[in-house]
C-alpha cells in the first residue's frame, strides 16, 4: 500500500492510496478533483473509489465534478448528504481492494454521519493506518457540530483509540497553530506534513502546549487509558514508511 498525501485548499488534505500489485487507486476526501487527476496520471494508477468522511465541502465538494470525469467512479460515505454519494456506507462494513482491507468506522461528533477509514494488508510489515477526516485534529478531535458529548467520547475511545498503537493516523490541522511547545514519543505516526507532535503527549506532558487549554483538547484529559494512535511525525521521517508515504509536491 502506497499513500500520496496531496495538500489542497488553506490546511486541507486529500489522499491517494494506491495498491501496489493491481495498480488500483482509492482517494480519501476529494476537494481539488483537477489536483487529485493530476497525481493519478502522475502515478500511472486506476481510480475506481472515492471514501468521504464526511459532507462538508473541505472534504467532498469535488466529488461531483471528479464522476463526471471517470464514469463508473464509486463515491462511498455514511451520509446521505455528501456529494454525488453512490453507496451509503454501515458501521463495521469492510471492502477490499486486492490486497487493501478497509473497515468502515462510524464516528459522529463532528458530524452525525461522519466516517473514518481503517487500512490494512494482509501479511504486509507495513503498518495499518487510519483516515478520520476531522474526527482527529493535531491537539485533540474536530468540533462537535452535530452529535453529542457521549457519541464523540465513543467515537475517540471505543472506536479510534482502540485502534492497533502502531496505526498511521491523519488527524486535521485546526489546532496546530500556535503549538509552540510540544513533545514526540512513540505513539504510532502522524502523516500531516511538518507535523512532528501528538495530542496523546499533551495529556502525558505536565502541562498543555502554548496556545492550548485543557478544556480546548479532548485529548488532555485522561480519556485513553493506553498507548493510542493518535501520531508522532511524518511518516517519511520513519525509514520503514519513507518508500510508502509521500508528499504529493506541485510540478
Known amino acids: ?27 480519501v476526501d476529494v476537494a481539488v478533483p483537477k489536483r487529485l487527476l493530476e497525481i493519478v496520471g502522475r502515478e500511472g494508477v486506476s481510480l475506481t473509489t472515492v471514501l468521504t468522511t464526511h459532507h462538508h465541502w473541505d472534504h467532498a465538494r469535488g466529488n461531483a465534478e471528479l464522476a463526471r470525469l471517470l464514469p463508473g467512479l464509486e463515491v462511498l460515505g455514511a451520509d446521505e448528504r ?12 469492510e471492502l477490499q481492494f486486492g ?6 468506522l462510524l464516528t459522529p461528533g463532528h458530524t452525525s454521519g461522519h466516517m473514518s477509514y481503517f487500512l490494512w494488508e494482509d501479511k504486509c510489515p507495513d ?6 477526516g476531522d474526527a482527529l485534529s493535531v491537539a485533540g478531535c474536530g468540533s462537535r457540530l452535530e452529535s ?40 504510532g505516526t502522524c502523516l500531516v506534513p511538518g507535523c512532528g507532535m501528538t495530542a ?47 508528499l504529493a509536491t506541485t510540478t
Open 99 to 104: 490486497a487493501i482491507h478497509v473497515r468502515c
Open 200 to 246: 496523546c503527549q499533551l495529556r502525558v506532558g505536565s502541562r498543555p502546549a502554548s496556545g492550548v487549554s485543557s478544556s480546548a483538547c479532548a485529548l488532555h484529559v485522561p480519556l485513553f487509558s493506553r498507548r493510542c494512535s493518535v501520531g508522532t511525525s511524518t511518516p517519511w521521517a520513519t525509514s520503514s514508511l519513507r518508500k510508502k508515504w509521500s
Open 1 to 27: 500500500m502506497k499513500v500520496k498525501v496531496i495538500p489542497v485548499l488553506e490546511d486541507n488534505y486529500m489522499y491517494l492510496v494506491i495498491e501496489e500489485h493491481t495498480r488500483e487507486a482509492l482517494a
Open 127 to 132: 503498518p495499518p493506518a487510519v483516515f478520520s
Open 82 to 93: 455528501i456529494c454525488a454519494l453512490t453507496r451509503r456506507l454501515v458501521h463495521g462494513e
Open 148 to 187: 453529542t458529548a457521549q457519541l464523540m467520547y465513543q467515537s475517540l475511545v471505543e472506536t479510534l483509540g482502540t485502534l492497533p498503537a502502531e496505526t498511521v493516523s491523519s488527524p486535521t490541522l485546526p489546532h496546530l497553530r500556535g503549538l509552540a511547545s510540544h513533545t514526540t514519543g512513540g505513539l
